[in-house]
Antibody, heavy 121, light 107 residues
Framework: EVQLVESGGSLVHPGESLRLSCTAS????????MNWVRQTPEKGLEWVSV???????FYADSVRGRFTISTDSSKNTLYLQMNSLRVEDTAVYYC???????????????WGQGTTVTVSS | EVVLTQSPATLSLSPGERATLSCRAS??????LAWYQQRPGQAPRLLIY???SRATGVPGRFSGSGSETDFTLTISSLEPEDFAVYYC?????????FGQGTKVEIK
């Protein structure tokens, strides 16, 4: 079964760091295009970052320079290292696989269940 | 950055009725648009990609149409499990933005 399971969400203070993990089963993370998407009641769904299978990365302006996306092939796991966390980073964070067909990314076809990050003093 | 505007915010319908949801882009996204369904407490689920292609396992009552800036998701006859929130997302470039969602609720 194709599945993603996130972990690592927690309550942290502003300025602190946190690393989220997303472990895949049924497919190989490193050969796919993998995203982090976050969701809040106020802002809805917000794309955060993507990691291509050739190592290229993109980030939303709101997290660039603070967040880093990466993988560990030996663990078939995707990570999101989040530094200098802000109150506005509070959200449910999802990892999601992107559907790649005919040289384009079409839609996010596999999602994890989400992990909650709360940034509060 | 492409801004996606969904309407209406809420759609109140009865099971068996037809639902028509709209997504408008601030600039052309060609046909690079996806639709998702999110039920309470669950992650989003991909329904439609490339504006009109159904994802694997998606029932035939879901259909998508449109191009450039105006897109529609149609549910031909609502089943009880279809009452949920629906989001559009463009796949033209990064950042890939989402609409704010349309909630389909039971009337």
């Amino acid at each position: 079964e194709v599945q993603l399971v996130e972990s690592g969400g927690s309550l942290v203070h502003p300025g602190e760091s946190l690393r989220l993990s997303c472990t895949a089963s049924g497919f190989t993370v490193s050969t796919n295009y993998m995203n982090w998407v976050r969701q809040t009641p106020e802002k809805g769904l917000e794309w955060v970052s993507v990691l291509y299978n050739d190592g290229i990365t993109f980030y939303a302006d709101s997290v660039r320079g603070r967040f880093t996306i990466s993988t560990d092939s030996s663990k078939n796991t995707l990570y999101l290292q989040m530094n200098s966390l802000r109150v506005e980073d509070t959200a449910v964070y999802y990892c999601a696989r992107d559907l790649y067909r005919s040289a384009r990314l079409r839609g996010m076809d596999v999602w994890g269940q989400g992990t909650t990050v709360t940034v509060s003093s | 950055e492409v801004v996606l505007t969904q309407s209406p915010a809420t759609l109140s319908l009865s099971p068996g009725e037809r639902a028509t949801l709209s997504c408008r882009a601030s600039q052309s996204v060609n046909n690079y648009l996806a639709w998702y369904q999110q039920r309470p407490g669950q992650a989003p689920r991909l329904l439609i990609y490339d504006a009109s292609s159904r994802a694997t396992g998606v029932p035939g009552r879901f259909s998508g149409s449109g191009s450039e800036t105006d897109f529609t998701l149609t549910i031909s006859s609502l089943e009880p499990e279809d009452f949920a929130v629906y989001y559009c997302q463009h796949r033209l470039n990064w950042p890939s933005t989402f609409g704010q969602g349309t909630k389909v609720e039971i009337k």
